[in-house]
């Protein structure tokens, strides 16, 4: 399988712009990014929201009169749409740990938590991967697995965006389930040191004899998904000779991009999109 190298934005471009949301999106575009990671939660009222936590996290949200969460805020699964779209998700708070990761983040207040439906509408020239985030390990956190994944593919379906998404998850119930409701979908298979480590609940019973490419393949593929600090020159190319595509997250410092390169990952998902359009060669 041969395609062009793989660029994508994470979280929109989460070190340059606030992280999931509609003008992060559109600002990292504006930029030259033209594929975008971002991850999906459900509201009470059933709707497929972009936002990375299970709750709102108070590094970068603030309430309806301003004020910042003190502590992590309620969980999405709670809220109705209309509940959580008073919170802005435009800036990060001032000395918290995200505002440290990212000095260079521009705020735009006043942006909201948006939904996947308005996201996939606003950039329909942009590709997607999605990532379905339920933990194995805290379901309580989340609506299950196969909720989220069959409301999220019911947002694919209604923006008839499924030939620019990819789905992915590190709970590989969601992959397995998307690949019998729509096997025309692509999916990347999401590994981490913890994962891999816990990997009888996060692969839900399946404990790997052999390696995580070979884990990959026998799931089907096609991309394999790892962090970028797993990932050694060999396991790209073993990866490579069981046919899977490599797409290591989140690589965001040029000389790990150049050496990822060289070891012949098929792409990159950063913070700095920018900086990696811009590597020469
Ligand atoms: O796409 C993979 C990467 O986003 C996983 O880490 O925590 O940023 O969702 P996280
Ligand atoms: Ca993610």
Known sequence: ?????????????????????????????????????????????????????????PDITRDASGAWLRDEGPAIRSLSYADLSSYDVGRVRPGSRTSLLFPDQKPHDGDRIPTLAAV?????????????KTDPTRPER???????????????????????????????????????????????????????????????????????????????????????????ETLVKEAHALGLLVLPWTVNRPADMRRLIDWGVDGLISDRPDLALSLPG
């Not at 600002?27 to 936002?51: N, S």
């Open 1 to 57: 399988m041969t395609r062009p190298f793989d660029i994508q934005g994470h979280r929109g471009a989460r070190a340059l712009f606030p992280e999931n949301t509609l003008a992060g999106f559109q600002a990292a575009y504006a930029l030259g990014v033209t594929t975008f990671e971002l991850d999906v939660g459900l509201t009470a009222d059933g709707l497929v929201v972009v936002a990375h936590d299970p709750a709102l996290n």
């Open 120 to 132: 996939l509408a606003a950039l329909p020239n942009a590709r997607f991967t999605i990532e379905v």
């Open 142 to 232: 989340t609506a299950s697995a196969n909720i989220l994944t069959d409301a999220t593919l019911a947002v694919i379906a209604a923006t008839g965006a499924a030939g620019r998404v990819i789905v992915e998850s590190f709970d590989w119930r969601v992959q397995r389930h998307v690949r019998q409701v729509r096997p025309d979908i692509t999916l990347a298979w999401l590994t981490s040191a913890e994962t891999v480590r816990n990997a009888a609940v996060w692969w839900n019973g399946t404990v790997p004899a052999g390696t995580v490419p070979e884990a990959v393949a026998a799931e089907g593929g096609p991309i394999w998904a790892p962090d970028h600090t797993e990932l050694t």
